[in-house]
T-cell receptor, first 113, second 111 residues
Framework: EDQVTQSPEALRLQEGESSSLNCSYT??????LFWYRQDPGKGPEFLFT???AGEEKEKERLKATLTKKESFLHITAPKPEDSATYLC??????????????FGKGTKLSVKP | EAQVTQNPRYLITVTGKKLTVTCSQN?????MSWYRQDPGLGLRQIYY???????DKGDVPEGYKVSRKEKRNFPLILESPSPNQTSLYFC??????????FGPGTRLTVT
């Protein structure tokens, strides 16, 4: 069964304390893995797309990496404004296009000043 | 401004009363999709559309209908809503193969 599991469910960090979020997946034929950020009461906001093992992408304090079975979202020296729920999704659609997406349940990150 | 809009944002209705939640995007995106988000279950895909007149089921399509007659619009139809369809609904759009832009959400309560 296709599945996406994120861990931990919740993570509390002090400002400046670096850490990583995990997304493990079991999908027959990965066609893209996506990271989103969601603030309370709002729609998810796109962060990264990764397509192949070994790929890495960075944006400000965030860095996403991908292996054959999991992805990590590394947060370096986080700030309170990084507090949000981070969602991982995998695509089991057609070719390189986003068809049927499966989302993990998310990791709720809290960064205290 | 490039955006995905949903209406209504909040809706309280009764069991069995047909309703439609509209979704519109102004970015000329081919791909559109509907999700529901429930505590403890996360975001689950209901239906998606790769282009006009092309729709397909996601993981939780039961009790929902969609249509894609125009590129910009992708309404979600609940013909006979039930309390288990109480949820937060999101519409999203994207160019095929690229990241999705999400709407602001519609909070639906069915009593």
């Amino acid at each position: 069964e296709d599945q996406v599991t994120q861990s931990p469910e919740a993570l509390r960090l002090q400002e400046g304390e670096s850490s990583s979020l995990n997304c493990s997946y079991t999908v027959s034929g990965l066609r893209g893995l996506f990271w989103y950020r969601q603030d309370p009461g709002k729609g998810p906001e796109f962060l990264f797309t990764l397509y192949s093992a070994g790929e890495e992408k960075e944006k400000e304090r965030l860095k996403a990496t991908l292996t054959k079975k999991e992805s990590f979202l590394h947060i370096t020296a986080p700030k309170p404004e990084d507090s949000a729920t981070y969602l991982c999704a995998v695509n089991k659609g057609y070719g390189g296009s986003q068809g049927n997406l499966i989302f993990g349940k998310g990791t709720k990150l809290s960064v205290k000043p | 401004e490039a955006q995905v809009t949903q209406n209504p944002r909040y809706l309280i209705t009764v069991t069995g009363k047909k309703l439609t939640v509209t979704c519109s995007q102004n970015m000329n995106h081919e791909y559109m999709s509907w999700y529901r988000q429930d505590p403890g279950l996360g975001l689950r895909q209901i239906y998606y559309s790769m282009n006009v007149e092309v729709t397909d089921k996601g993981d939780v399509p039961e009790g929902y209908k969609v249509s894609r007659k125009e590129k910009r619009n992708f309404p979600l139809i609940l013909e006979s809503p039930s309390p288990n369809q109480t949820s937060l609904y999101f519409c999203a759009s994207s160019p095929v193969g690229y990241e999705q832009y999400f709407g602001p959400g519609t909070r639906l309560t069915v009593t």
